[in-house]
C-alpha cells in the first residue's frame, strides 16, 4: 500500500486497525548464512543424519542462498 493517488486508494483507519504492519530489514549474506546453517546443521543432527551428509550443511546453505538470489532480483 502507498500513499492514495496513483491508482491507490485510501484506507479508512476503520478499516486498517483490522490488519497488522509488519516491516524488517533484510538481512545481509553472512547473518542469513549462518541462521540458516545452525538450523541445518540442528535438522542433521537431530534426525541423526549420516556424516558425510551433515558435512555439507554450509555447502547447501550457500548454494540455496544463491538460487534465492538469482530467483529475487
Do not use: A, W
Not at 490488519?19 to 540442528?42: A, C, Q, R, W
Amino acid at each position: 500500500m502507498g500513499e492514495p493517488g496513483g491508482g491507490r486508494t485510501f484506507i479508512t483507519p476503520r478499516l486498517q486497525r483490522h490488519f497488522n504492519i509488519i516491516g524488517f530489514v533484510n538481512f545481509d549474506d553472512p547473518t542469513m548464512i549462518k541462521i540458516y546453517t545452525k538450523i541445518l546443521d540442528f535438522y542433521l543432527t537431530t534426525y541423526k543424519f549420516n556424516s558425510q551428509v551433515c558435512n555439507l550443511s554450509i555447502k547447501i546453505v550457500d548454494s540455496t542462498l544463491k538460487v534465492y538470489q538469482k530467483v529475487s532480483n
